[in-house]
């Protein structure tokens, strides 16, 4: 139940050379003002495996560590992280695999001596909690079996546990949405909709609020489509006044080797513009210039 792709934007550069690379980006930087267009020439066109080799060689052939070079010589936009804001922590638990998941909590282990569900525990509101804890677990199923009695089943719990009754049994969907498998959500939403004749999406938003909707319906979302749930996501980062930079930059640094051809063909679409002029419209100067390597062309 694998979705179609058309891939990335961003593949590895070949005739790569990390030493190389790392002794260029050195020279960029040395000296005064800093050449930020052979930054770019580097960096934006290496994936991330690349990249990481990049820094190993820097710091083993430069003595000096990438990254807080990069900070010092970049200001603004160009070297922006990721904060701890919901947004972020549903946009990755939601979107990534059981497998990825897995790996973010190991490498998050190492790099701060907590552990993530640790975290997120001290750090947000009760039923919240439950569904992120759930997620960072990366215990989705991750078949495709489907079994249509469980299947009807679901969908009418589900319908018992939101439109039917005062209130709404939160853990109910909490359990369905966090560890079914795709194949199986998919045609729970279909039989969810025959039984109660509301789109699944429309009840979450009813009977949920806060940042626990916000997770639910993103968890729906990217069982749905995930390149189209991150083309709404660059969506909203740059429409109206202002740009969620942090989200805008998250995204298409992390989607650019993986999917960024099909969020780019969904953004058309559902917006009626090319992601590419969006971003031109929106950012400038060397920010916008790595961006758009990143998008890779306009559509």
Request: charged share 30%; hydrophobic share 35%; aromatic share 8%.
């Amino acid at each position: 139940m694998a979705m179609a792709t058309k891939g990335g934007t961003v593949k590895a550069a070949s005739g790569f050379n990390a030493m190389e690379d790392a002794q260029t980006l050195r020279k960029a930087m040395k000296g005064l003002g800093t050449d930020e267009d052979a930054i770019i020439s580097v960096l934006a066109y290496r994936n991330t495996a690349q990249r990481q080799e990049i820094r190993t060689a820097y710091k083993s052939t430069i003595g000096r560590d990438l990254i807080d070079d990069l900070k010092s010589e970049l200001s603004g936009n160009f070297e922006q992280g990721a904060g701890t804001d919901e947004g972020c922590l549903i946009e990755i638990l939601a979107s990534r695999t059981p497998e990825e998941i897995r790996r973010i909590s190991q490498t998050y282990q190492q790099q701060y001596g907590r552990s993530l569900e640790d975290d997120i525990r001290s750090d947000t509101s009760f039923m919240f909690q439950r569904v992120l804890v759930s997620l960072s677990a990366g215990g989705r199923d991750e078949g495709n079996y489907l079994d249509d009695a469980l299947v009807r089943q679901d969908a009418q719990d589900l319908y018992e546990a939101g439109e039917k009754k005062w209130g709404t049994d939160e853990v109910k969907f909490l359990t369905v949405l966090c560890s079914r498998n795709r194949n199986h959500l998919l045609h729970v939403f279909d039989e969810y909709k025959r039984i109660s004749q509301k789109d699944i999406e429309q009840s979450i938003k009813s009977e949920t609020s806060g940042s626990f909707e916000d997770a639910l319906l993103a968890i729906v979302k990217c069982m749905r489509n995930k390149s189209a749930y991150f083309a709404e996501k660059l969506y909203k980062s740059m429409k109206g006044l202002g740009t969620d930079d942090n989200t805008l930059i998250r995204v298409m640094v992390s989607r650019a080797e993986i999917d960024m051809l099909d969020i780019r063909a969904h953004f058309k679409r559902l917006y009626g513009k090319s992601l590419y002029s969006f971003i031109k419209g929106d950012t400038s100067g060397d920010y916008r210039k790595v961006l758009l390597v990143l998008c890779g062309g306009d559509d």
